[in-house]
């Protein structure tokens, strides 16, 4: 699904991904009724409990009133654990389910308003009637698609890291819950919330809910990593210096011209935009499970030849994607990011990378004018090797 950036969106209940950037992201909640009306929910609570029991699915129940209050239980599950829980006051939450079930994955076509690097994944909570995780708050904006049953959302008070919260060893419930908005979704509605922002859903009957939830690394995050990357890069003669310094009056002080030859000193590893865009590119897209990649082995000639043949591509769910220009030696070029790597390509590649990025499969229609370009052909073969690009088997 594609869209210009002021074509009103179902999804966002007919306003404009426009508007809603301008009005909304980031600023206040937004329920939107019906915004996918009619949905037929591809995976039920069987499905749930069944990925949850998988040694590599990510997966929590709480419950409310267990042998302590929002008793946290971690997954891998058995069988015995879902015989053993009470008829209600409980949620099972699976993380990233889109990287699992391709059914999944294509609610995320919903979202092409928004930068698909930003995107963390696809939650799915389950919960029995008067399920719930506690008043809380997330560092990062989430769509609450209701796809079964019925769930009461109320929102409260912006949050900060100053905000109470209980005594609880691994869960961050909020100690006050101030009330403004309160709003019961149907199946096909769906609830925005911004960062920082207190909700509270609660269970009315049996149900279930998408959590759309989106990437925003902290300020230590990015600090830390940065400093990391750009450190592997740095000859160890690189040092500060104090070339030319003035003779001092006391030997302990230090001066704000010693601040400021640090300072000069960072800066010019963080004024370099090339470097900077390496590292977020690369940590941007990496991969949440990259033990679901699986390689395989094909040359130029077998591609092209399974290409006229019929054959089919897609991405694997697990791989992420992204792009953007670069100067390379006051020569502009393309950067490919993918799966945490990345690669400086020729300018004219461009919208390959887009339809690499951004087409739901790649067949000999649409790769037909790349087909001739060595360059392209061997990024497709390369792509096909590491796992990011698989067959779709008939």
């Known amino acids: 699904m594609s869209t210009s950036f002021d074509t009103p969106l179902e999804i966002l209940g007919g306003i404009s991904a426009e508007v809603f950037l301008r009005d909304y992201w980031q600023k206040k909640p937004l329920l939107i009724r019906q915004a996918i009306p ?11 409990a069944g990925l949850s029991l998988e040694e590599l699915v990510e997966s929590r ?17 058995d069988e015995d654990t879902y015989n053993n829980l009470p008829e209600r006051d409980w949620t099972l939450l699976v993380q990233a389910v889109d990287q699992f079930s391709p059914e ?6 919903h979202f092409q308003f928004l930068p698909s690097w930003r995107i963390d994944d696809v939650m799915i909570s389950y919960a029995a ?5 506690g008043p809380h708050f997330d560092n990062y904006d989430v769509f609450l698609l209701q796809t079964d049953g019925q769930r009461t959302w109320k929102t409260g008070q912006m949050c900060d890291a100053d905000t109470p919260l209980l005594n609880h060893p691994d869960l961050r419930i909020l100690d006050t819950f101030e009330q403004v908005e309160e709003w019961t979704l149907e199946p096909g509605d769906m609830l925005y919330l911004p960062p920082r922002l207190a909700h509270w859903g609660i269970a009315k009957t049996e149900c279930m809910t998408w959590s759309v939830g989106f990437r925003a690394p902290s300020s230590a995050e990015v600090i830390s990593h940065y400093a990391d990357f750009v450190a592997r890069f740095l000859p160890d003669e690189q040092r500060y210096s104090d070339a030319n310094m003035s003779p001092i009056d006391n030997p302990s002080y230090i001066r704000p011209e010693d601040i400021q030859r640090l300072r000069q000193l960072l800066n010019e590893q963080l004024n370099d935009d090339r470097i900077l865009l390496t590292w977020f590119g690369q940590y941007m897209t990496e991969p949440r499970y990259p033990e679901l990649f699986v390689t395989a082995d094909i040359d130029t000639d ?10 089919v591509f897609t991405r694997n769910p697990t791989a992420r994607l992204a792009w953007s ?21 020729s300018e004219h590649l461009a919208p390959l990378l887009d339809l690499l990025c ?3 499969a790649l067949h000999t229609d649409n790769l037909t004018p790349w087909l001739d370009d060595q360059e392209a052909i061997t990024l497709i073969c390369e792509l096909i090797k590491q796992g990011s690009l698989e067959c779709i088997d008939d």
Do not use: M
């Open 38 to 48: 009619d949905f037929i929910n591809p995976i039920d609570g069987n499905d749930l």
């Open 61 to 77: 129940i709480i419950l409310e009133h267990g042998e302590t209050p929002w008793q946290l239980k971690q997954g891998p599950f």
């Open 104 to 109: 999944v994955a294509q609610i995320l076509a």
């Open 129 to 133: 009637p008067g399920g719930s995780v």
């Open 302 to 311: 077998s591609l092209l030849g399974a290409l006229q043949d019929g054959v």
């Open 325 to 345: 220009h670069i100067e390379l030696d006051t020569e502009p070029a393309v950067v490919f990011f993918v799966s945490g790597n990345s690669r400086v390509l």
């Open 358 to 360: 951004n087409a739901d």
